[in-house]
């Protein structure tokens, strides 16, 4: 009687291994699929602040906004520039990640803009640094937040002093 119990315990375990198998097979989802529901649409959310939260156009507002606490950031930091610059740009990149957090991954300086800050681009990312967090974008399909990275320019003129 034992080995009889033993016997069917044993079959019911290996059953139940063999079963499981089908249980945690991988499935291969259609690429269309895959692709449609990982691209931007206009339900998706774009990152943004706290000021922008009730306006219609987030994504307009978000890139004011980052520029104007850029360029706030570069002014408490006393820039002293060689020459004067007018309407120069810095093309920044960055990714709001989906804390919020956001990070400068490349900045491209205009010539004369580089001619009078050598070190604009270490200026801008520690400026970015300082940023608070954003609220990060959100994939309205999966309702998760998601990092996202753009680009936004950032003008600078320089007043009558040498300092931005």
Known sequence: MGTIKYFSLLLIFVTSLTSCEELFKPTVADTVVVEKSIKWTNKDKFPSFPECE???????CFKKAFTSKVKEALTLEGIVFDMPVDNETALVTIEVDTKGRITMLDAQISRGLNEAVPKMKVHIDNAIRTLP??????????????SVTFQVPIRITTEESSSL
């Open 54 to 60: 009730n306006g219609f156009d987030i994504q307009n």
């Open 133 to 146: 967090n954003a609220i990060p974008a959100l994939k309205s399909n999966v309702k998760t937040p998601v």
